[in-house]
Nanobody
Framework: VQLQACGGGLVQAGGSLRLSCAAS????????MGWFRQAPGKEREFVAA????????YYGDSVKGRFTISRDNAKNTVYLQKNSLKPEDTAIYYC????????????????????WGQGTQVTVSS
């Protein structure tokens, strides 16, 4: 599956931004999806994940209550709504996909994932 993330940009602290990740090449609804981010000089960090049906969502501790992951299987797209942004949210954001049946009930939202998008830069100014 090919993933194309977009929606990044420059935003002031306290603002909002919505990222999108469009998938192609496979049946989107067969895949669990995740968002990760990586800031300069830091390791990649889990942000959020959503199950293939959208029925289950998971969040990293640093974004709970501020970010919301959702998906539209009819549009082959997963979204990350980011509110109350902070300068420490500045990073390149990546979407990722894993075939849901690969791990079944043993799937971990934190990974591993098999497919990755190219990333979109989010910069939050103070």
């Amino acid at each position: 599956v090919q993933l194309q993330a977009c929606g990044g940009g420059l935003v002031q602290a306290g603002g909002s931004l919505r990222l999108s990740c469009a998938a192609s090449g496979r049946t989107f609804s067969n895949y669990n999806m995740g968002w990760f981010r990586q800031a300069p000089g830091k390791e990649r960090e889990f942000v959020a994940a959503i199950s293939w049906s959208g029925g289950s969502t998971y969040y990293g501790d640093s974004v709970k209550g501020r970010f919301t992951i959702s998906r539209d299987n009819a549009k082959n797209t997963v979204y990350l709504q980011k509110n109350s942004l902070k300068p420490e949210d500045t990073a390149i954001y990546y979407c990722a996909a894993v075939y849901a049946r690969r791990y079944g009930y043993n799937w971990s939202p934190q990974g591993p994932y098999d497919y990755w998008g190219q990333g979109t830069q989010v910069t939050v100014s103070s």
